[in-house]
Structure formats: C-alpha cells, structure tokens
C-alpha cells in the first residue's frame, strides 16, 4: 500500500461529540459544520444553542445529540446566556467551588438568530468582552420555520417572505454583513469558514476557542431543502461560494484583516447559481448586477487585507 | 430499558426536563430516510477518509480493513460521500423496497 | 451580632443579596430598582461582595444571562420593576419550567401606557402564570429576610424553582426604615452553597432545552405544576427555621386582629402596614375588622387563606391592578375562586385602588372598608368596585 498523503482521521479530532441520530435534512450542509465544530471544540466545552435548525434538530426530548453540556433556552438570547455561563464559572472557580479548567463557553445560532432577532444581546456580549466563542451558522433564512427570509438572504434569493413574483425579485435588500459587525466592537477574533474547506473551518472553531476574550466565526451553511439544490452537492456549493467570492474566507485578528485564500480571478457567480432551485428565476441583468457587486465587495475586502498586511511591514 | 417518551409519565419527567444521557440520539435509526444508498468499490478506494470528513451524519466509520463505510442503521443516502471520493469509489444505487 | 442600620430599603436589600454571598448579578437599570443595582454593583466594586456584576443591555438579557448564570450552577440574582419585568416575561416561562434557582427582586411598577413609574401591582399579575414562587414583602425587614429566604428556597433540592420577592415601588424602595441586618456568618449558618444537582459541567454533561412534542410535553407541564404546588411545604419549612435563627416568622397568610372579626380587609404589599393603623383606629371604635395579607402568592396557599376567612362575613379585597374586561380585581377574582366550592364563605367585595402610585391614606382605608360592608348588605350591580378615581 501507497503511502497516503491524505488520512482523515490523523487531520481532525475523532472524537464525535455530536452524534448521528439526529433529524437533520438529507445532505444538510449546516449540520456537518456543527459536527466538526464540535470535533473542534473538544469535551471541555460548553454550548448556549438558540432555537433553529442545530436545536430542534438535536433535541427531541428526553434524547440529545450532544456529548458536551448543553443548553437551549429561547431565539434571541443565546450570547445572553452565554454570557451568565461564562461569568458565573468564572466566579465559582475564583470561589474554589469549580476546578480551574479551561471551558470553551459557546453560543451557537443561525442566521436569524445572530443577525436578526439575536443582534441585541450578541452586541452587548461582545461590548462586554465576555470570554466566549459565538458560532453563526448561516443558512441565509429562517429555515427551521420554512424558509422565510432574514437579514443573511442574499440578494434576489427566493424565499417564503420574500418570493420571486411579478413584481419582485425575491429579497430585495443585500446580505447584512454580519463579521463586519462583528469587526466593529473591537473583538480579537473574527473569521469567516465553510465546512466544504473542513480543516480551515476547524482551525479556525479552535482558534477562536483558544481566543481570550469574545471571537465571532460566521460559517457558510449550505441548505439543500431551503436552496433548491441537490443534496449531494452540498460540499460542492460551498467550494462554489468561497471560489466565485460571494463568500470570502478570512480572518480578522485585533482589526487586521487577513484572506485565508485568494483568487486571482474568481469564478463568475453564474456556476454557483445555476444548482440552486432559488436562484433560478434571476434575469441576466439581476445577474449582471449581483456580478459586480460581489467582485466590487470581494477588492475590498482584498484591499483590507493588503492594508493590514503593509501596515504590518511597516510596524 | 428506559421508557420512550410515549411511555412515559409526568412523574418520570427528570427536573426541568433535562436530558441527562449524551448523545442518546444515536437510538434513532435516521437510515428509514433513505431512498438511496451509497455502496463502496473496495478496489478503487485509498483509504483517505474524506468521505467520513464530510458526512453530514457522521455515520461513516473507518473499518478494520481501513475501508471507510457508511453505516446504514444512520445513513440518509444524501449521496455527499459520492460526489465528494476522489477515486469514484462510491456509488449510489437505489433503495429497493 | 446582627446590625440594627437606619438605610434605605434598596440598599437594605442588596445588602442582603452581599450577604448571601450571590455569585452572579445580571441586572439592567429600571426606576424604582436602581438603588438596588447600584449599590450591589458598589459592592462589587469596593470587593465587599465577590461576584460578577453584569451590566447587561435590556432586562431580557438580564434574565438570560441569569439563566446561563443557575445553569452552571452559581448563585444568581436579578431586579427588576414594571416594563423590565414584562420585556423579560418570555424568559420568565424558561426560568421555572427548566427549574433554575434563581431569585429576583421586583420592586412593584405600574405599566404604561401612559408610562408611570409609581407603583401598583399591575407588573405583579402580568407574571402570575410564569411558575415562579412569588413572595410580597410589606416593609424593609421583610425585604432583607426573604431576599435571604428566597435564596434557600431556590436552591432546596426538594424545590429548585426560581423566586420573585414583590416590594413596593417607591413606597419601600426608597424609604428609609429600621432594619436588622444579619451578619454574614449567621447568613452562612442558615443558607448552604448553591449546590445544583445537574449543572452544566463537561463531567456530566447534560442537554437543558429539548424540544418537546404533543406526545409528551403534556406531562412536563403537570410535573412543573406539581412540583410548584409541592413546594408550599419545604417554603413554610424554609420560614420556620428562619424564625429558630432570626427570630421572625415569616407565614403563607398573615393575620393582623382577625380575632372575632366579621369583617376582613384583604392587601398585599406596603400598603397593609397603613391598613393595619385603620384597622387599630376602627377596633378602637369599637368595630370588629381585621386585617389579613397573602404573603406567599405562588403557590396559592388554598388552606391557610380559607381557614383564615372560614368565620367571616364579609371580605373585603384591595386591589392594586386591574384586568382589563375581566372580573376586575385580579387577586379578588382568584380568591373568590379558592372559596367557590367552600359551604360557608364570606361575601367577597373587590375594590379597585392606589393605582399608579395613587396613595391610600387610613382614612381612604376607612372609606374602603365601610364602602365594603354597605356593598356587601346592599349589593352591587358591578363587578368590583374602583376607589380613589375622580369621575
């Protein structure tokens, strides 16, 4: 036998803390995240879910998909209660009634969840500089409920709420730019990731993990049901995000900005829309137009991280 | 064996309905789901491991052989594991019923 | 030896909180409350008390953080007043039904609108249902001693519920009472360390939150239901033993000169001490009134109240809200429900008042009660009676 040059099991955690069992859909790209977040996070974590897709479908009473401890409580609150977690371990191992141990306290929720009905309570977590890690896993829409839209739907996506009729497009406003928010309340870490590059995503789930401090990671989840897409092409659809630029990978440490890939020339979003059902209805002109403003967006992200990279030199 | 929860009555409900067995979930046979299902060439697979990488389930497991393969009581036949072997060493075939 | 202070009762009562050696403040400031908040956090500051404060953004994260805080297992507290404790109230629901120990103060607001930040116990019955124990405190000492109570309550392993301690808005939270502050070691002494038996902690881990479908959500409900009701025996235990150390006793149903009494005045809160100087006056004239309060609102303590008023004629209910269209008087209507299927029971008069802060002075006691009396032999074509208002 070759030696190989690629053996999974040697590349990532094993353990399987998030376990199969669960009701995900057939091909959910969201849930693969989660499980290899979870190999990511280890046993010492602890993770505050928001109601979604990962919640319900991890926990039909009395049975979990969890190996770590668990808690769900409502939508919008999940940095909230992230945030009592961490502090009240915090105090109870300054008070010697827990062993000092290095927990990774976790905030897990969709889209919806962190840049819609959640902004609230993630934006005073991190202006309070809580020591966690809030994990977006974005879906663009509300998909637990149906496939409505939210703030993450991109532009002239079909969704429940914001349909492709006669006189609409669909989502008539652009993607909200939720780590660039992120960026904005100073916190060490941010990073965007897609499970269709597993080891970026888990390096930078443990990253964030071993960050001190709050960090943000915004991971690309693709989703058959909602997106219209077959379910074997879940892996390839996120490689298709990441290659035509509408969903850059990067990290942004204390501010400055770094690619973790970058192309010279992207693949025109035409290949990454045409295998989604709700893309389908896009004239070329929309099509012309979303073009421009994905390269447009994606140079300016480049310059950021050209920026960050002189200002480095020059330091 | 531990009641289902269509058996179960408010006095064995555990305070604040917490569930107290990680990863009791596994129980749940997901693989009723499939309406297809990924059968693997052992002579053309290397062994890498990047269908188990990137199952949505996590049902695929390394066996003594090293061949890597999707466990059925889970899998949902979403068919990632195909397109995803570099070799073409899976291929999907219809559930029969 | 305890310290008998002259302090506000705000301060009083986060001297309480410090006292119990709280490890976890998540709190978000609200007229009356803040005098609360503030001086925890000075505590806080100065190192007089080792916990996190966590200036939180809106009281709906308060009560989040407060349930991260219990569910890892530290001793948790929250305050809060009217429109506060209303944002919080989806959060409410998850606090009792996952069975958090955890204790807030609600110093009693009216709701807008229009906005008013004078006190009625309209927040009070907007949280009736959440499943939390509800306690309603009449002055400073009641305030300090069951913030210390509430705490051990909570987190008695034959209870585990969160508690809400009731006090009147302005009319406790900003006054200045005599009060007997117990020392820390008799605080140590009578209340353990919070020991929850199923926090989150990676050794056991445990999933808080499942999701519950019609095939069994049903009997998590009746379990929560039962284990509140349940809760009423560990509660008067909790009090007792605080009598054997403290000194004062602490009852589901207070009485106040009910003996030979035909006739009953009914309050919660600050405003049965100002009852009780009518009640003195009006004994004095020679008429057979008595004063009797609910101290313990949740759960209902159905039989103390009816042994309380099983010889009355006549009971005469204050309320301070309102439900709107409903039966009026919101605590009158599920006291006339606890007598309903009693063979003798009083004639229950509901009366309306002090609403947004509106004082109700002795003399406006007077008026209640013999307005009471007269509705009582005379009757009334109304559901309940308001009092006070200028028509």
């Known amino acids: 036998m070759q030696d190989y040059t690629v053996y999974v099991p040697k590349l990532i955690p094993k353990w399987e803390s998030f376990v199969p069992g669960h009701r995900a859909c057939i091909g959910c790209g969201e849930v693969l995240a989660v499980r290899l977040a979870a190999k990511a996070l280890g046993r010492n974590t602890i993770v505050a879910n928001a109601t979604g897709c990962m919640e319900i479908v991890a926990s039909p009473f009395p049975h979990t998909s969890w190996s770590v401890p668990w808690i769900h409580t409502i939508f919008e609150n999940t940095a909230a209660v992230a945030s009592g977690i961490e502090a009240g371990l915090k105090v109870m191992m300054r008070k010697g009634r827990r062993p000092q141990k290095d927990i990774h306290v976790t905030a897990i929720a969709g889209d919806g969840g962190t840049s819609d009905i959640g902004l609230q309570a993630l934006s005073g977590a991190f202006e309070r500089r809580h020591n966690f890690t809030y994990l977006c896993f974005d879906n663009e829409a509300y998909m637990n409920t149906g496939i409505q839209r939210s703030s993450a739907t991109p532009y002239g996506a079909t969704t429940t709420t914001s349909p492709a009729g006669k006189v609409s497009i669909g989502q008539v406003t652009w993607k909200k730019n939720m780590p660039a928010i992120a960026v904005a309340h100073g916190i060490p870490y941010v990073a965007t990731a897609c499970p269709s590059y597993p080891f970026d995503l888990i390096a930078k789930i443990e990253k964030a993990a071993a960050t001190i401090g709050p960090a943000y990671v915004h991971i690309f989840s693709v989703c058959p049901t909602g997106w219209r897409c077959a379910t074997d092409l879940t892996i390839r659809i996120g490689r298709l995000a990441v290659t035509t630029g509408i969903f850059p990978l990067y990290e942004v440490e204390d501010g400055q900005y770094k690619m973790s890939i970058d192309f010279p020339k992207l693949r025109p979003i035409t290949d990454y829309m045409k295998l989604q059902g709700r893309f389908g209805h896009l004239s070329s002109d929309i099509i012309d137009q979303i073009q421009l403003t994905v390269v447009k967006k994606y140079e300016e992200l480049r310059e950021k991280s050209v920026a960050s990279i002189d200002a480095e030199d020059k330091s | ?97 | 030896m305890a310290n008998r202070v002259g302090v506000e009762v705000s301060i009083a009562l986060a001297e309480a909180v410090g006292l119990a050696n709280t490890d976890v403040i998540a709190a978000y400031p609200i007229t009356p409350q803040t005098h609360i908040v503030e001086h925890l956090s000075e505590l806080v500051a100065d190192g007089e008390l080792d916990a996190a404060f966590i200036p939180v953004e809106s009281e709906h994260s308060a009560m989040s953080a407060c349930l991260g805080s219990a569910a890892a297992g530290a001793r948790t507290f929250t305050a809060t007043a009217g429109q506060g404790l209303e944002l919080m109230h989806e959060v409410l629901y998850i606090a009792s039904s996952m069975q958090l120990p955890i204790v807030m103060a609600v110093a009693n607001r009216a709701l807008s609108s229009p906005l008013s930040v004078w006190s009625d116990h309209s927040d009070a019955m907007a949280v009736r249902d959440t499943g939390w124990i509800q306690i309603f405190v009449e002055n400073g000492q009641e305030a300090v001693d069951n913030i210390i109570c509430a705490f051990k309550m909570a987190e008695d392993h034959r209870i585990l519920l969160p508690v809400m301690v009731h006090l009147d808005g302005f009319y406790l939270t900003h006054v200045i009472e005599p009060v007997m502050l117990p020392n820390r070691r008799e605080v140590d002494n009578f209340l353990p360390p919070n020991d929850y038996p199923l926090p989150l902690w990676p050794e056991n881990p445990v999933a808080m939150g499942d999701f519950a479908p019609p095939v069994i959500y049903f009997e998590t409900k009746v379990a929560q239901e039962m284990n509140l009701r349940k809760a009423k025996g560990p509660i008067i235990e909790t009090w007792e033993e605080f009598n054997k150390t403290f000194k004062r006793h602490y009852q589901p149903v207070e009485l106040y000169k009910c003996e030979n009494a035909k006739v009953l005045l009914f309050t919660m809160g600050s405003v049965s001490e100002t009852a009780m100087t009518t009640i003195d006056k009006m004994r004095e004239g020679g008429q057979e009134v008595g004063l009797v309060r609910l101290r313990l609102w949740r759960p209902f303590p159905y039989e103390e109240f009816r042994n309380a008023v099983k010889d009355v004629e006549t009971l005469i209910v204050l309320d301070k809200a309102i439900s709107f269209g409903g039966p009026g008087g919101p605590v009158c209507s599920e006291l006339r429900s606890a007598l309903y299927n009693e063979s003798k029971k009083p004639k229950i008069v509901s009366i309306v008042a002090g609403l947004g802060g509106r004082d109700i002075t002795t003399s406006d006691f007077e008026q209640i009660i013999n307005r009471g009396i007269d509705i009582a032999q005379h009757g009334s074509d109304k559901e309940y009676e308001i009092y006070g208002v200028r028509e």
């Open chain 2, 1 to 97: 064996m531990a009641k289902t929860e269509s058996e179960m009555t408010w006095e064995d409900i555990e305070i604040g309905a917490i569930a107290t067995s990680p990863g009791s979930a596994r129980q749940y046979q997901t693989g009723y789901w499939r309406s297809q299902r990924p059968i693997l060439d052992k002579s053309k697979c290397i062994k890498c491991g990047l269908c188990y990488l990137f199952c949505p389930e996590g049902c695929i497991k390394e066996s003594k052989e090293g061949y890597f393969e999707a466990d059925l009581f889970h899998c949902k036949g979403c068919g990632i594991c195909y397109r995803e072997c570099w070799p073409i060493a899976i291929k999907m075939v219809e559930e029969e019923e």
